[in-house]
């Protein structure tokens, strides 16, 4: 007998069953690598995320103190902000009140020799305004001229106009810087008094009026007289400073700071400081007025008066009024 075979179905088997145990011992070493990493990677993840916290949490501490520093600094801020604006408004109240008494009390001495007084002061910066209270209608004198000057600079041609065969300027020069009373009377007759006295109205200058020719101050004078007030002067001031910039009332500031007669409101006032006024002069008669242009607080400056007894002493107490306000702004 020949030696005994093992089927070939058996062999297959065996190599199936080999096959089949090797399989699952790969697949198990596959899936517990698999879940060992995940296991791990999950970990890791854990571990970060715990950081994240952690570190979300110290940078949420760290600021809040800083923030909490940046509201106390904003409050300190505003808080010395507030006080700042206080002290500025009881700086600026005091200094008013000081302003006034002072300039009230240089006032005083204008009605030591002169039977009626008006007078006004008004600051541009602060918009203070210290005044007689007491406008009414009276003696213009010569202030009459910068109301005349106000009208002609209005009309047609400006500056350019011809009058008797000279510009207007040549005029309104002498009229202004020297109180020449031919100039005047030449910018009278050539306007006309109703037109001048209307456009006055219109211009709500109420109390102003030209009722006569200019005379010479040492004529007695019966008739009308030429009229302003306190309120008219210290409007048309304003209206010169407010168009300082621009035609005409540049050009009138420009006539009035080239004033050549400088014995009341300027004659005290620091030579560095521009005064641009005109003065007038008639019998009992001391009037000035101008602008007061300082670099601090420019002003406008309103001195009428009539009655005068003493010219010197009249003159000399308006000359201290305007330095009383300047050095008191």
Not at 222 to 249: F, H, W
């Amino acid at each position: 007998m020949g030696r005994h075979s093992v089927p070939k179905e058996t062999k297959l088997g065996k190599y199936l069953a080999a096959s089949l145990i090797a399989f699952l011992l790969i697949s198990g070493i596959y899936f517990g690598v698999t879940r060992l990493n995940d296991s791990a990677e999950k970990s890791e993840k854990a571990a970060a995320n715990e950081r994240q916290t952690t570190l979300e949490t110290k940078t949420a501490d760290s600021k809040q103190p800083t923030d909490q520093k940046n509201r106390q600094t904003e409050s300190t801020a505003s808080s010395e902000k507030t006080i700042t604006k206080t002290s500025e408004k009881k700086t600026a109240k005091t200094t008013a009140t000081q302003t006034k008494k002072a300039v009230v009390k240089a006032a005083a001495d204008l009605t030591k020799n002169a039977g009626k007084v008006y007078y006004g002061v008004h600051y541009f910066k602060n918009e203070q305004t210290i005044s007689s209270e007491n406008s009414e209608p009276t003696i213009a004198a010569n202030i009459i001229e910068l109301f005349i000057m106000d009208y002609a600079l209005a009309q047609a041609g400006g500056s350019d106009q011809v009058i008797q065969g000279k510009q207007l300027t040549e005029w309104l020069t002498p009229m202004i810087q020297q109180n020449d009373l031919g100039a005047t009377n030449v910018l009278i007759d050539h306007y006309g008094m109703e037109n001048l006295n209307a456009y006055f109205a219109a211009q709500g200058y109420s109390d102003t009026r030209i009722e006569h020719r200019m005379i010479d101050i040492n004529v007695p004078f019966e008739a009308g007289d030429n009229y302003t007030s306190l309120d008219d002067c210290m409007k048309l001031l304003k209206k010169i400073y407010d168009g300082r910039k621009k035609v005409p009332q540049k050009m009138m500031l420009e006539m009035l700071t080239g004033q050549t007669i400088r014995t009341k409101l300027p004659k005290k006032i620091p030579a560095d400081c521009t005064v641009a006024n005109i003065t007038g002069e008639q019998q009992k008669i001391e009037n000035d007025i101008g602008l007061v242009l300082t670099k601090e607080e420019p002003f406008a400056i309103v001195v009428l008066t009539r009655e005068v007894s003493d010219i010197v002493k009249t003159r000399n107490a308006i000359a201290d009024f305007s330095l009383a306000a300047t050095l008191n702004k």
